[in-house]
T-cell receptor, first 110, second 113 residues
């Protein structure tokens, strides 16, 4: 099945800093989602981004499907951005089976 | 619209028991997927149901089963619980498959003693 690598595994920032999280995947995909897992465990949708660039407030994401990577940008980080960020392309059999990387643990300090 | 709901939120069981978890998808969503999250294995796909039929299954033993009802609500069952089944179980629903955005519920934390 598809392999997903996320980097960096851990990231510590001061409030107000910007960051870029990367997701590499081993095979071509036709969709990809980014999630933020909050401290209570819930996965919050950030983006559904099979290709191109999308922006939502301080967050934006870019997927270059032909080169098998996606980037998540967080600008002017806030303490509430802390948590684990996952990218999830589909598995090889269908888009319904998301394959998760190990995530990036982000800590934003005040 | 209400989001995906899961019940119960927390559960403590002992080895050998069985457990049933419930998931109510977003209104109008017909696909429900289940995932297990553990510190050692991360997030892993369990199975997916669409229109009451299991459409996809992950690499879990037969002790893990599920079903979906005509109103799209889904249940998953784990029989003969093992300590390693302690995990966060997450349910996701989507409107259209296979390419639809999946929305996750808050999860059920299961502790097996």
């Amino acid at each position: 099945g598809i392999q997903v690598e996320q980097s960096p595994p851990d990231l510590i920032l001061q409030e107000g800093a910007n960051s870029t999280l990367r997701c590499n995947f081993s095979d071509s995909v036709n969709n990809l989602q980014w999630f933020h897992q909050n401290p209570w465990g819930q996965l919050i949708n950030l983006f559904y981004i099979p290709s191109g660039t999308k922006q939502n407030g301080r967050l934006s994401a870019t997927t270059v499907a032909t080169e098998r990577y996606s980037l998540l940008y967080i600008s002017s980080s806030q303490t509430t951005d802390s948590g684990v960020y996952f990218c999830a392309p589909p598995g090889e059999t269908s888009g319904s089976r998301l394959t998760f990387g190990e995530g990036t643990q982000l800590t934003v300090n005040p | 619209k209400a989001g995906v709901t899961q019940t119960p939120r927390y559960l403590i069981k002992t080895r050998g028991q069985q457990v049933t978890l419930s998931c109510s998808p977003i209104s109008g969503h017909r696909s429900v997927s289940w995932y297990q999250q553990t510190p050692g294995q991360g997030l892993q796909f369990l199975f997916e149901y669409f229109s009451e039929t299991q459409r996809n299954k992950g690499n879990f033993p037969g002790r893990f089963s599920g079903r979906q009802f005509s109103n799209s609500r889904s249940e998953m069952n784990v029989s003969t619980l093992e300590l390693g089944d302690s995990a966060l179980y997450l349910c996701a629903s989507s409107l259209a498959q296979p390419e639809g955005t999946q929305y996750f519920g808050p999860g059920t934390r299961l502790l097996v003693l």
